[in-house]
């Protein structure tokens, strides 16, 4: 049963002692078209954090993709690992990845992690659902279950995919790279370079699309490396991010049984410089609502609702990777009419975004080092 401890506990000594050590060092404030933001280091000392999410008392978990789990603190306080995590692949792309809480997480405690599990034939992206207690500033994780695997694992460590959100309905989706089998993602019967919806247990709904010759567990295909998901919360609708190749990141707004093209379609070309497939249409395949060229890496994604950032309600925000950049896509409707980039250059590679129950956004940087970032208006 998820409990919140009393009071925080002191700092964790050995180990942890550097990690707690993250009080603010560093802020960056910049113009945007909703005034002046800065940008505050609030913890560090993660190991190439991956995810980032946020408890009922407004502390953060965060996962690190070597394979940890950690509370960190509204002050910048990293505590020790949380106990029962399962075994991961830390190869390349490959670890512990996302993490979700399910809605009525208060009371039941239950979270959802994907990660890079090994199995026959090598390794693939796995979900595992957990009950977290917490004790201070750490914890464990126990009635475990893995309620999803792909099929067809393999010995390559890229494209996992990986993000979980969880719709209107309870279902869950999950992204899934095609990892690094191009004709994976246009193989029907092949739960990579997709999207996949599943409920809770793991099982699969009774609307899922299910077109002739598509496995089960599909929601849409044609998709390279989706690393940000989020739902809006006026409709419940899906829009993810994923990657390209050399230039043709993508924004996407999954419909079900739709096919979203890779490696047939694409924006942008290999990294040979020889172009992709067909070109960039092809009748049956969707187009992206908005793609970049050259790529920026796209990482991590959530819809702006708060009230602290003026003017940005109903937009998304997305990370940078190779573009070491945070960006504001404007929103009108299912539209994406503009686009802002922030702190280019000046956080670094932007894994994971997400807004916080302070209205602010928190950041994750993909590092050795790697630090939470809160960004808010100035003085805030």
């Known amino acids: 049963m998820f409990h919140l401890s009393p009071s925080r506990l002191p700092v964790f000594a050995g180990a942890a002692l550097a990690l707690s050590l993250a009080a603010p060092i560093s802020a960056q404030t910049i113009e945007t078209s909703a005034g002046p933001l800065t940008a505050m280091v609030i913890a560090e000392g993660l190991d190439h954090p991956w995810a980032l999410g946020f408890l009922p008392d407004g502390r953060m978990l965060v996962t690190e993709r070597s394979g940890q789990l950690r509370v960190v603190d509204q002050d910048g306080a990293v505590g020790a690992p949380i106990e029962g995590l399962p075994a991961v692949v830390a190869r390349a792309e490959g670890g512990l990845l996302d993490l979700a809480l399910a809605p009525d997480f208060a009371e039941s405690g239950r979270i959802y992690l994907s990660f890079s599990e090994p199995g026959e034939g090598g390794q693939g992206t796995a979900v595992l659902a957990a009950t ?17 695997r792909m099929n067809n694992f393999t010995g390559g460590n890229l494209h996992y995919g990986s993000r979980i959100v969880i719709g209107q309905d309870g279902n869950l989706f999950v992204t899934l790279g095609e990892r690094g089998g191009r004709d994976r993602a246009q193989d029907m019967s092949d739960l990579a370079g997709a999207v996949v919806r599943i409920a809770p247990d793991g099982s699969v709904p009774d609307d899922n699309p299910r077109p002739e010759g598509w496995a089960p567990e599909l929601w849409s295909k044609g998709h390279r490396n989706p690393q940000g998901a989020a739902i809006r919360q006026s ?10 190749a050399s230039g043709g990141d993508e924004v996407n707004m999954p419909r079900p049984g739709a096919n979203y093209g890779w490696p047939v379609i694409a924006y942008g070309e290999h990294y040979s410089g020889d172009p992709i497939g067909e070109g960039t249409e092809k009748e049956g395949m969707e187009q992206p609502l908005h793609y970049w060229d050259p790529s920026i890496s796209p990482s991590g994604l959530t819809f702006y609702d708060a009230e602290l950032i003026k003017g940005w309600q109903g937009d998304l925000i997305t990370g940078g990777l190779s573009g070491n950049v945070m960006v504001r896509l404007d929103m009108d409707g299912d539209t994406v009419v503009g686009e802002e980039r922030l702190f280019e250059g000046e ?4 894994r994971d975004v997400r807004v916080g129950p302070d209205g602010a956004i928190y950041a994750l940087t993909d590092a050795d080092n790697g630090q939470v970032i809160r960004v808010a208006p100035e003085g805030v």
């Open 132 to 148: 977290l207690s917490l004790a201070g500033d750490s914890g464990a994780l126990s009635e475990r279950n893995v309620i999803f």
């Open 235 to 244: 409709d419940g609708a899906l829009f993810i991010v994923e990657h390209g």
């Open 347 to 350: 956080l670094g590679r932007i």
